[in-house]
């Protein structure tokens, strides 16, 4: 079946996905807005703050692939539909959470559901509309989901300081109430029959999922514990791991994540770019959001709001910044992004005890912001070039998980590299001077990402740039890209 825009089909589908994807999308926005409050309120230390992010970004890193690969074999629709109840559950356990470790669960299993949806948002809507109006279904999602991204640090402060830092979580059950009948009622159910001879990859997925869990705790609990015997053992058990999943991915017919793909040298450039970038982004939005509350002295609205700029230009300039990736070749986009991001971050070092908005704030996002608007849709448009059609989805996943992959371990060893201690957030003289040598290290890593895209990354033999990477907000990782021939 396929629905066409203007229909009321086809805003049902639009309203459904929007809806569900926006969830995933405004509980990303406002969890690091929300951390200080969630730090005190359950007398946490650094530690509890690192998990309460990176719990929902292990489960999300490790199974997104399977998640878009379950709904490809069972039922888009249906997929999804468990992904949003899951995360809709996994957000009410947030939300009552007594203490920290029961929060943590929470965000993992959250994570889960976000596996699930995420992927399944776009699937539906390029299997549900006539191939005529795939484009512009595509566009109108990435835009409405722009907006929600703009509209979630307002949104996330103002339920931190007024009603509190649980209804951040708790307010994504009315919206999966809303959104299960809708998708139920009025979605068509879609799969792919080609899919039904392949064996799902678990034991990929575990295994890579478990390396990342065994390596993020040894970052985020080193500082506390030193090197003891349980820190050791979980870095080694986690390095020993990656070969592991390697050569088991290598041996299956049918892997999560096919050794082959990576013969494409652009790609391979492309993914460890991606790797940079996302890495100090995601160190950066989690330390930025804590340094405006903790020393700078911003409300939690304060803090959403005074980032607001890098969602707000992205959300006005990405397609342009896209029409000129195609013209231009993606090397100097993602060769001067990078270095405009890790301008950006530099002056956020001018940020610190009453630190004027206008004077030191301001100017630092909206460098980072151009810098952002820069890259990104190069580099999901290049991602996609630099394999065959058939295979863009894997690759757009891949690269998806490599993104959420590199923020999590950044998370994690950023204040281990910074010389935090587990109390840090609670001293507005140590958390500053820490910041101080995370910001360094945030721009090395993009100045090396800058270095490689300079060194590697070449024109595609062919544009790429489609509409689902015209338009992304999303800081912690690339716009989801799928199989167009359904």
């Not at 595609?460 to 689902?468: D, F, I, L, N």
């Amino acid at each position: 079946m396929s629905v066409r825009m203007g229909t009321a089909a086809g805003r049902w589908v639009l309203f459904t996905t929007v809806l569900g994807s926006g969830m995933a999308m405004l509980d990303s926005t406002v969890v690091n807005v929300a951390l200080p409050r969630i730090g005190a309120d359950l007398d946490a230390d650094m530690a509890v703050l690192q998990w309460t992010v990176n719990a929902y970004m292990l489960t999300l890193a490790g199974l997104i692939l399977l998640g878009g690969a379950l709904g490809d074999r069972y039922g888009r629709r249906k997929v999804f539909v468990v992904g949003v109840v899951w995360f809709a559950a996994g957000s009410l356990l947030c939300g009552l959470a007594p203490d920290a470790g029961v929060l943590i669960a929470a965000r993992a299993l959250q994570g889960v559901g976000g596996a699930l949806l995420t992927p399944g948002s776009l699937a539906l809507i390029q299997a549900s509309f006539h191939p005529d109006d795939r484009a512009g279904a595509v566009g109108i999602w990435s835009g409405l989901g722009g907006v929600g991204a703009a509209v979630g640090p307002f949104l996330g402060g103002w339920l931190v300081d007024g009603p509190g830092w649980r209804w951040v979580f708790l307010l994504n059950v009315p919206l999966a109430a809303l959104c299960v009948p809708v998708a139920l009622r009025h979605v068509p159910e879609s799969r792919d029959a080609r899919v039904h001879t392949a064996r799902f990859d678990v034991t990929g997925a575990v295994l890579g999922a478990l390396a990342l869990a065994l390596v993020t705790y040894a970052l985020i609990e080193a500082p506390g514990r030193g090197a003891s015997p349980l820190v050791l053992g979980a870095a080694l058990a986690g390095v020993a791991l990656g070969p592991a999943f390697l050569r088991l991915e290598r041996r299956l017919a049918d892997p999560m994540l096919p050794p082959e793909i990576f013969a494409s040298r652009q790609f391979t450039a492309v993914n460890l770019v991606t790797v940079c970038v996302y890495a100090a982004f995601g160190g950066f939005f989690f330390l930025a959001a804590l340094q405006l509350q903790v020393v700078a002295g911003y409300s939690a609205l304060g803090a959403g709001a005074a980032l607001l700029p890098t969602t707000v230009l992205m959300l006005l300039l990405s397609a342009r910044s896209g029409e000129l990736g195609e013209r231009i070749g993606p090397r100097v986009p993602l060769t001067v992004g990078p270095l405009l991001c890790a301008g950006g971050m530099l002056l956020m070092l001018r940020v610190g005890v009453d630190a004027s908005y206008i004077r030191d704030v301001l100017p630092a996002v909206v460098v980072l912001g151009l810098g952002m608007v820069t890259l990104v849709a190069p580099l999901t448009a290049t991602v996609l070039a630099s394999v065959d059609a058939g295979r863009a989805g894997l690759a757009s996943g891949i690269n998806n998980a490599a993104a959420r992959a590199a923020g999590l371990i950044a998370v994690a060893a950023l204040p281990l590299v910074a010389g935090m201690s587990p109390s840090a957030y609670r001293s507005a003289a140590e958390f500053g001077s820490t910041f101080r040598r995370a910001m360094p290290v945030c721009a090395g890593v993009l100045v090396l990402g800058s270095a490689l895209a300079f060194a590697t990354v070449r024109r595609p033999g062919v544009g790429a740039c489609h509409p689902e990477c015209r338009v992304s907000c999303g800081v912690t990782g690339p716009p989801l890209e799928r199989d167009r021939e359904l």
